[in-house]
Nanobody, 129 residues
Framework: QVELVESGGGMVQPGGSLRLSCAAS????????LAWFRKAPEKEREFVAA??????????HYANAVKGRFTISRDSAKNTIFLQMNSLKPENTAVYYC????????????????????WGQGTQVTVDS
């Protein structure tokens, strides 16, 4: 049973930065996909970023809204994935969730929440002056 635990959320002013972490326990992924989604009040859950890997090869995917500002990375030794968020905007305010899939998802599926299980409990990010 894989468990995902997010951390690193908080409140930041517009233009600021935060780094989210998602630690996976219960299983070591030799291949897989870990992704970040977010849900803002009164909005649908949306894809933010994902990293898929198979052995030593990995690839990343980003939503257009965060390209150039957010970076996803992984520490395989710690079974942890990170989301570095720079130049934050008020519209980035949301609960951010980490989610996993047990193989590297292809480009046609990586964007969709239905392919991920399990999910973390979420961490709140608030961007406000």
């Amino acid at each position: 049973q894989v468990e995902l635990v997010e951390s690193g959320g908080g409140m930041v002013q517009p233009g600021g930065s935060l780094r989210l972490s998602c630690a996976a326990s219960g299983r070591t992924f030799s291949s897989g996909t870990l992704a970040w989604f977010r849900k803002a009040p009164e909005k649908e859950r949306e894809f933010v970023a994902a990293m898929g890997w198979n052995g030593g090869n990995s690839n990343t995917h980003y939503a257009n809204a965060v390209k150039g500002r957010f970076t996803i990375s992984r520490d395989s030794a710690k079974n942890t994935i990170f989301l570095q968020m720079n130049s934050l905007k008020p519209e980035n305010t949301a609960v951010y969730y980490c989610a996993a899939h047990n193989s590297r998802l292809g480009v046609s599926r990586v964007w969709y929440a239905e392919y991920y299980d399990p999910w973390g409990q979420g961490t709140q990010v608030t961007v406000d002056s």
